[in-house]
């Protein structure tokens, strides 16, 4: 695979020679890894013919121009947390926006505007220095904010600020054919602190049902909201790996509640949010607890063999409630009471807590989710009301069964749930650990399970969330208003030449058909 | 025991390019400009200059997708082994960074294609004067003041290593007149002394490297020593770490113990042996040499196998870098009245490399300048100071070549030298 001379050289025009490389060596490494890597997502990825390092928005804009001039394919890389940033296309080229990480916060106006390679911790390490704060996303700490708010998003923290389609601003984007686009107050004023004006707002096809990952055009800024948190400074504690945050007790504290059964942990979600207190709300999935306790992955092992006895006589859930005084002290006083009522009502038992943050302000430990099995994939992720949330969970933990050869089995957990937007949104991500190299066929069979579950969406009418992005489109397509029409249209009108990380958003359906014989492709 | 590296295969596979090994831990991320601690990504930002990248690069050579050229030897060796990635992945996945990372040189010295000139220079010089610049063996002690006379036998043995014996004779000057302070006699091997040889684990040179690891081991039994005691962080590894790891041991059972200055010392600055009760009225922060911190942990020999979900039997205890050394400096550092100690952005197991080690400074030697410029102006913009204290000579020497290429204004100081300075009048030797 090589692109001819002259774009090469063309290119080493564009950003300086020593910012592109199509050396084997470098192209190597940009062909496959992160998020999916094991399974359907991340099969076939191929190399790109040429990997280029661009420094500022009109190298950027000059890189997709000359793509569409000589007609080559290329893939945004951002911090290459999913394997999207793969390409799946020959003689492709890898825009890495690694030089790209400006950061710029309007304290006043509260909002942070992102260069692509701005990653979360960054932004909430910048924002609380001055008394502001964003969520941290369930991808991690490590992924790119930009990236995130345009395609994912999801967070404990969301249960007080929103979903992340909220969070979007004034937006820079260069579209598919190399045009700069500015969105919101970005286009008429040269300023990014608002999202749906003067000027246009494509927020809702920027995202679509679940972003793009690259495969129209590229987000070279992005503004996002920043909300006010409390004054005291959370202190980073401890030698790696056991480093957190010790919380400002008279401002912030964390409660682990017991439950006896779900049902009465789902009905203190509800009356938490009804009460409009609290932070942040998740039902803790049991796999996690013992996690926690571990200090390898031989000692989780010892623990877990072990937990399946307790588990099928002790149903007991945990929900994790995080409170912050934003106004004051006596905030977090007022809403601790209330919280203490709601447990005593609903049949919870206060557990004591360690006043200490290790995921979700600043950090979130994703690629701890591959600790203990060395696999890992989300295999349902459900964004719709608690009770889609819940449904789902039960579902796919019963279709797991199916599947569960080679799979960690997880006795039943129904995962990770949690509310959004104070209890009007649920969210439900089902979990899958697995181990892909002592037997390759459990991948396979994930792969199934993974189709699966969303037929089984579709089936039992819950909203197949982020499968609605990186799932099988045609299925999810004719199940949700044809939004498979829609998506193509829109794909077409701005980059009727499929050169934006082709073949997205449809290479699931492709990938399906092409690297993965096990699976059925009944539709 | 060389490494191999179809014995990594696990690791390198299993890795998920989280980037853990090159991001700052979350918990302590600042600013995107000291976001990143691996000094090879921040420089060259192309992948295969992350450990994700050279892994990807371990995979295609051990599939037989890729040939080793010199591109590939250049991402291999433009990394000073720091340990920062092994650290940071630890912290989440406990894949095993450095070994997979030093296996991968080893695959590239067996394929003869490397290491680069200036690596078989300094192993040249080690093999005819038995250490690292070529000097003439019998000058190896010559920097010992005068007044003070190493007894003949002790239990503590004071290893010079070769930058303090040849070039950074302050430290070593220092750390005796502070044993002399303290009471503490001292033993030296004089000629018997050899490199440690660190160089020469660390760019594949292993045959070498085993004679010279066998003829110290040697030399330390005969001494009758019980403890080893170290000014440089790199002799610390090789004595603690490398040695038993390529004889197939572990630390503990080695003949002897082996300690850094800094260790030795804080205990007893502690309990009042030697007073540092001269005020220093200065503003510094404190760099944390990378062997002495998040790379000194012993070495535990495991030998096992990986089962299902990659469990291993029997478990290995890990280094994660959690037992370095990082509080002892600061708490020296702390007993001197006077003394403002303020941290850098990055700092302790998420310290940026001074850029000497790996080979980087003999054989990659702009790499290492850059390294060190980068820190030195990590020092200034985030502690607002012009004085870096570390405890190590070989992070000195090449700090002091890069302020010499710059024209910087930065003052660089062996803590050995400031402990000298705060010492109570009169103790001085």
Redesign the interface.
Known sequence: MSLPKETIRALESIVGPQYVSEDPVVCQVYARGGYGKDIVLGRGNLKPACVVLPGSTEEVQSIVKLANRYKTPFVPVGTFWFNSCGPYRENVISIDLKRMNKIEIDDRNMYAVCEPYVIFSQLQHEAMKRGLYMMVPGGGAQVSVVNNVTGAGYSPLNYRIGGPQRRILGVEWVMPDGEILKLGSASMLKEYFWGEGPGPDLRGILRGPQGWQGGLGIFTKAAVKLYPFQPERLVPTGISPDTTLELPTKRMRRYNITYPDQPSLVKAMREVSKAEIGAAITKVPVMWRYRARSTSKEHFWELWKGAKEDLQKNTETILLVVIIGYTSEKQVEYEERVLTDIVTETGGTLRRTKQTDESWIKNADSAGMWWSAGGYISVKINVDSLDHALKSGRDAAALKKKYLEGAVDDYGDPGWFQISSFGHEGYNEFLVEFDATSDPKVSHRIDNFYVDAVKQDVKEGCYSGMQMSYGPVGITGPAYGDHHILLKEIKEMFDPGYLSNPPRPFEFDEKIERECPWVKKDW | MALVLENHR?DA????????CK?V????????RW?VKCPSIARY????YAA??RL??AL?LMDG??EI?P??VD?VFQCQLCGACD??C?????LEIQDTLMALRQRVVDKGKGPLPGHKKAAGNIESTWNIFGSRKKERFSWMPSGIQPAAKADVLYWAGCYPAYTQSETAQATVKLLKAAGVDFAVLGESEWCCGQMLFTTGQTELALKVAQHNIDAIKASGAKTVLTSCPECLTALKVEYPKLLGKSTSDMPYQVVHLTEFMEPLVKNGAIKLNKPLPMRVTYHDPCHLS?MSEPWVQWEGTR???????P??Q?R???N?V?QQPRNIMGAIPGLELVEMQRT???AFCCGAGGGVREGLNDFALWTAQERLTEAKETAGTNTLVLACPHCKANFTDAIKKSGDNMKVYDIAELMVKALSQGKEA
Not at chain 2, 45 to 48: A, G, I, Q, S, V
Not at chain 2, 307 to 313: A, E, N, P, S, T
């Open positions: 696990y596979d299993r890795c998920i390019r989280c980037g853990g991001w831990d979350h918990i302590y991320m600042g600013h995107p976001g930002l192309f992948d295969p994700y990248g990807q690069l295609g997708e890729l050229t591109s590939f991402a650290v940071g630890k912290r989440n996945l406990d998040r089962g299902q979900y990659g469990v291993l039997q478990p290995k890990w994660r870098g959690t370095g990082y302790r197991e998420n």
